[in-house]
């Protein structure tokens, strides 16, 4: 699922593709044929390899399988392309660990798996990608998981590329009222920044350096409603203005809202569904709505009107929007946010709006941590994670984030409610990875499903907790 900003919507940070998956001196044998097997003593230190032949005994009374695995990334036209170099640790059942590294195909497998011994695991690692690890795994979730060429698929992920952005300045002209306030940002482009200030202030956004954009203003005045869990915004005037590639910052831009004026489509009225259960938090939070294209790094629609209706049942809104031609795979973005906007669950439905209640959209309710206990309880990298969910056929990770982004996905089995880390493979330390202090991670859960339209993505997180490594 591509990344979807909003002007006025604070989406969880560092949401990865969760597709079944974001994604994570190895002793190899270099067709990655895995002949020299490495395996860990179970005390997740550094260097406690120990020979193969001391490791848990495989039962001589089952015969073993092969699994095999296919390791690869998902591009933007959501075709599938196998990573060469992955380094893959396979915690068999028993414990016994090998690690191969995937040929051209994107492929490793494993020989000698006894189910009966129990579950397995498999750790990914490649420079420039999150670190992914499919936990207690089965043969049933082997089976049932999706393949690509034959093979059960793990998806990594890369690491987001440090940006390198223009500063674009500038002031605004043709507001309706420059006592108004208006916001600037980008659009037709999957990378820049926010600025929002009195009309009569200058404005400074950071903008792609080697591509062209567009400056988004919206001219409006917003304010919260009497409730507490919405608001209302009056939208005075929506300026498109196309910028060409620099590759330098720019100054002394005007936006000029009366030039570049676009029209809205007409306004519409229309619902989703919150979770029915009574205890769920999301029923006296505080609720969103937008309007964006998926090519977009801001959207192009926005609530005029949004609010928790009065028996808690649904999020309300009213909507307007642009439709510029250059926008591709619209969708209408619900949003409930907990507390200090720090958990929420998303609907995306695919489309541009359409007025009346959707009964076919319902937000997944927020899960609960249990372990740790609290967000502010360090938890030890070691142990298990331990959550309660309140939704079915849901996809489940914990994320752990480095400098606000996701560096490894800790994925279980679908509804599972616990996950714990496995050892990293040889070739990363968990210094390298997560540094030497404490890092931040939270529970993200998904589920999609086809409606008229097109396919609606569910999402929801929890509250970033701390973790110990």
């Given at each position: 699922m591509r990344k979807r900003a909003s002007p006025f919507v604070v989406l969880a940070a560092g949401l990865a593709v969760l597709g079944w998956a974001c994604g994570d001196d190895?002793?190899?044998?270099?067709?990655?044929?895995?002949?020299?097997?490495?395996?860990?003593d179970g005390t997740g230190e550094e260097g406690t390899d120990v020979p193969a032949e001391d490791a848990a005994d495989v039962p001589t009374d089952a015969p073993g399988v092969s699994v095999t695995f296919i390791v690869?990334?998902?591009q933007s036209d959501d075709t599938n392309l196998p990573l060469a170099g992955v380094t893959a640790a396979f915690d068999a059942p028993g414990g016994r660990r090998t690690e191969q590294v995937t040929g051209a195909d994107g492929k490793v497998t494993f020989d000698d798996v006894v189910?009966?011994?129990?579950?397995?695991?498999?750790?990914?690692?490649?420079?420039?990608?999150?670190?992914?690890?499919?936990v207690d795994l089965d043969e049933a979730v082997?089976?049932?998981?999706?393949?690509?060429?034959?093979?059960?698929?793990?998806?990594?992920?890369a690491l987001p590329e440090a940006g390198d952005p223009i500063a674009v300045s500038g002031t605004a002209t043709g507001l309706?009222?420059?006592?108004?306030?208006?916001?600037?940002?980008?659009?037709?482009?999957?990378?820049?920044?926010?600025?929002?200030?009195?009309?009569?202030?200058?404005?400074?956004?950071?903008?792609?350096?080697?591509?062209?954009?567009?400056?988004?203003?919206v001219e409006a005045e917003n304010a919260e409603l009497p409730s507490g869990l919405g608001y209302t915004m009056t939208i005075h005037r929506v300026a498109h203005q196309s910028v060409p590639a620099s590759g330098t910052d720019?100054?002394?831009?005007?936006?000029?809202?009366?030039?570049?004026?676009?029209?809205?489509?007409?306004?519409?009225?229309?619902?989703?569904l919150l979770p029915s259960r009574a205890e769920s938090r999301l029923r006296t939070v505080h609720a969103r709505s937008n309007v964006c294209p998926s090519n977009s790094a801001y959207c192009t629609g926005w609530a005029t009107s949004c609010d928790i209706s009065a028996d808690g049942n649904r999020i309300e809104a009213t909507l307007v929007w642009t439709e510029p031609a250059w926008a591709e795979e619209p969708i209408t973005l619900y949003a409930a946010y907990g507390p200090g906007y720090q958990s929420?669950?998303?609907?995306?439905?695919?489309?541009?709006?359409t007025a009346g209640d959707r009964d076919d959209v319902q937000l997944l309710d927020l899960p609960d941590m249990v372990a740790p206990p609290t967000p502010s309880t360090r938890h030890p990298l070691s142990e298990p994670f331990v959550w309660t969910l309140h939704d079915t056929g849901v996809t489940v990770a914990v994320y752990l984030l480095r400098d606000d982004g996701v560096v490894w996905s800790i994925v279980p089995p679908e509804d599972a409610t616990t996950a714990t880390a496995p050892a990293l493979p040889s070739t990363i330390t968990v210094e390298e990875l997560l540094g030497t202090g404490v890092v931040?991670?939270?529970?993200?859960?998904?589920?999609?499903?086809?409606?008229?339209?097109?396919?609606?993505?569910?999402?929801?997180?929890?509250?970033?907790?701390?973790?110990?490594?």
């Open positions: 190895a002793s190899s044998a270099p067709d990655g044929g895995g002949d020299d097997a490495v395996v860990d690869v990334e998902r189910w009966s011994s129990g579950n397995a695991a498999l750790t990914a690692h490649l420079d420039g990608y999150a670190v992914v690890s499919r082997v089976a049932g998981a999706e393949q690509v060429d034959g093979a059960m698929a793990v998806w990594l992920s309706v009222d420059s006592a108004h306030r208006y916001i600037v940002n980008i659009v037709n482009a999957m990378a820049g920044s926010e600025w929002q200030g009195p009309g009569a202030d200058a404005f400074s956004v950071a903008a792609p350096r080697d591509g062209a954009f567009t400056l988004q203003g720019l100054t002394d831009v005007v936006l000029d809202f009366a030039t570049n004026e676009v029209a809205l489509e007409t306004a519409v009225d229309t619902s989703v929420a669950s998303y609907a995306r439905v695919p489309g541009w709006p931040e991670g939270y529970l993200f859960v998904s589920r999609v499903e086809s409606i008229t339209g097109g396919e609606l993505e569910l999402t929801a997180h929890t509250q970033n907790f701390v973790v110990e490594p």
